[in-house]
Every structure is written in C-alpha cells, then in structure tokens.
C-alpha cells in the first residue's frame, strides 16, 4: 500500500510540473527521514537526483507546510540558490494530498 501511495503522490506531483519536466522516481524514507526525487527536465540530457532531509510538517494557519532543512543534489547551482532562498523549502501541501503525505511521512509505516 505505501509503495502505491508513493507511486500515486510521484504521479500528483509531476503534473504539477509536467511544463518543466517529469519526476520519474520518488522515494520516501520516513524512519530516516529522507526523501529521494529523479526530477528529468525538458532540455536537459541528465537528471538532477535531490535528496531531501529533516523534514516535518508544520501547521501554519490554515495550511500544512512540508518544511525540509536539509538538501541535497547533483547541481551545485541548484545547492546554492536554495541556500539563497530557502523558503522554497516550505512548501504548502493541498489539503486533498496531506492524508497521503502525513502516511507516508510517518515513521515505521514502511
């Protein structure tokens, strides 16, 4: 079930930037908290692998946020203008994905 559910907020979220590209593996680790994404972008020849740590899930008003405070990936460009603007490491959940989330980010689901 939670590799399904895995496979479904991948699905979800690579519509989301379907114009840009396609996220084509997402990988969740929640007893290690970590969080692995394959994002192939449109133009690009090679993929950008990022890894996502330390995260939670912060109420804030009346949304959810995922908050990550560690990053990680394959180009430095990227690891720098993250570290410049880090509030894109707050991201709002839609309130119709934050049941799948919240499962798959809970420890010892997996």
Known sequence: MILAMQETLRKLLSAQIARYGEITKLTIDA?????????????????????????????SGAQTLFVATK????????????????????QPIPPELLPIVATLLTKDKQ
């Open 31 to 59: 007893n290690r908290e970590t969080i692995g994404i394959v994002l192939q972008l449109e133009g690009d020849e090679k993929p950008i692998n990022i890894t996502l740590g330390g995260y939670s899930l912060v109420a």
């Open 71 to 90: 990053f990680n990936c394959d180009r430095i460009w990227l690891r720098k203008w993250l570290v410049d603007h880090p509030n894109y490491l707050a």
